[in-house]
């Protein structure tokens, strides 16, 4: 089975939400349908914040992957964050992440990224192994930290 990547649009909100809900429970992310929809829905409409990728074949997918967009002036311009990386869990292990990782890398570098990042579980060293091997290094002295807002924007 192929890890061919294609973007994607509004008209495949239907194949990726289950996906994203199945993502969402799996790690523990507390996210009701809404949410997960007003989340995705501009991705999937061109915001230039970021994109949906589909994982394997257009109609019938096996993941996605999230990627969002920032300015770094640390890296020269354009940078990138993996939101949710998800492979189903029957098709796990066939190197299907790390097919759709090399793939994304030169899209990603056509499109001018400089710099990408992910966030890794410290518990899941199979992650950080895949992770590695698409040349994802852990930077020594920083972590991720995040605040989250208190409300959504408009309520």
Request: proline share 6%; hydrophobic share 45%; glycine share 10%.
């Amino acid at each position: 089975m192929s890890a061919a990547l294609h973007l994607a649009g509004a008209n495949d909100l239907a194949a990726l939400e289950p996906m994203v809900a199945a993502y969402h429970d799996e790690e523990g992310i507390s996210s009701e349908l809404e949410h997960r929809q007003a989340a995705i829905a501009p991705l999937l409409d061109g915001s230039p914040h970021g994109c949906v990728y589909l994982i394997g074949p257009r109609r019938a997918p096996v993941g996605y992957m999230v990627v969002t967009f920032g300015w770094s002036v640390e890296f020269g311009g354009l940078d990138g964050f993996i939101d949710e990386l998800y492979i189903r869990p029957g098709v796990r292990g066939r190197g299907m992440a790390s097919e759709a990782l090399h793939a994304l890398l030169p899209l990603l570098d056509e499109a001018g990224v400089r710099a990408l990042h992910l966030e890794a579980s410290v518990d899941r060293p199979r992650l950080e192994r895949l992770y590695a091997r698409a040349g994802f290094k852990m930077r020594r002295g920083y972590h991720l930290m995040s605040r989250v807002a208190r409300r959504a924007p408009g309520k």
